[in-house]
């Protein structure tokens, strides 16, 4: 079995976590709405991935809506000790599974209190404020108002820690402002680098830093290059890809989701792959490919 804590650790708030960790969103169903496909199949990802030693996991209650947090709580619950989960709000479903945004106070306070209660938790773990004004590329505009309900949850003992999703170095500046900011967790990944500067703000005040769509998303990376170092390392582009996410910067904790028991072993086994200094030159250049293109 794969060793993840070679990838090392991080502080996530109050916890030590593994930085190789697993997002829940696949575990619901096409369009993470609905239930899954295999109910037995999403309760056994993450049974492996508590088994292979994870101990930090991502979800939400938009997903689904409501299904990722009760396959969590039907799979896990009582929790480990040790288990970290982070789940966010500003953003709501649609009966047709469309995403709108969240973000008034009174929606805030009931997304909290949802995520209790189907996680059957009495506090949330960290909670994070996804900006839903651009879906995934952030704009500049206050979130005092959304961060300073979170802070009044936090006084209230309903929400440990508080994080950020989807937003710019003005507006973490503007949350530290008001509440301790633990993470942040934004659109990144080996071709999409806008973040490269905020990566390194962040860790030099020791904030974890939380790539969404660390493979792509909904569309997965395709680069030649990418192929070409994975063939000659004798691993898949993705572990290539998740293995450069670990060596760009130590406050990086990752979360790549599946529904797949054998996708998500291999997504781990990226914490033993080294790659060469030559590799990493090369795949260095992957963004500026994208770019050109």
């Not at 030159?281 to 770019?291: F, S, Y």
Request: charged share 20%.
């Amino acid at each position: 079995m794969t060793d993840i804590s070679k990838a090392g650790t991080f502080k996530l708030g109050d916890r030590t976590v593994k930085r190789l960790g697993y997002g829940a969103m696949q575990l619901a169903g096409p369009g993470v709405f609905g239930p899954p496909k295999d109910r037995d199949a999403a309760l056994a990802v993450l049974h492996e991935a508590i088994a292979s030693g994870v101990d930090h996991i991502d979800t939400s209650d938009f997903y689904g809506p409501h299904v990722t947090n009760l396959i969590i709580r039907e799979a896990l619950h009582p929790y480990p000790a040790d288990l970290t989960i982070v789940t966010k709000i500003g953003a709501r479903r649609d009966a047709n599974g469309a995403w709108l945004p969240a973000m008034a106070p009174d929606e805030l306070r009931q997304a909290v209190h949802d995520n209790l209660r189907n996680l059957g938790l009495d506090a949330l773990d960290v909670v994070n404020f996804r900006r839903t004004d651009g879906l995934h590329e952030p704009s500049e505009g206050s979130i005092a108002r959304e961060v300073s309900v979170l802070a009044e949850l936090r006084q209230q003992g309903l929400v440990k820690h508080i994080g950020l999703s989807n937003v710019t170095l003005t507006q973490v500046e503007e949350a530290r402002r008001i509440v301790p900011i633990v993470c942040v967790q934004n659109l990144y990944n080996i071709a999409h680098r806008n973040d490269d500067a905020l990566i390194d703000t962040l860790g030099a005040a020791g904030i974890a830093y939380v790539p969404f769509f660390p493979l792509g998303g909904f569309t997965p990376l395709q680069s030649d290059t990418l192929a070409n170092v994975a063939r000659k390392l004798g691993a898949t582009p993705m572990q290539v890809a998740l293995a450069w996410l670990l060596r760009r910067a130590p406050n990086i904790l990752l979360i790549p989701g599946t529904s797949s028991v054998g996708h998500l072993r291999e997504n781990l086994a990226a914490a033993e792959l080294k790659l060469p200094a030559d590799a990493i030159e090369v795949l260095n250049g992957i963004a500026g490919e994208k770019e050109a293109a």
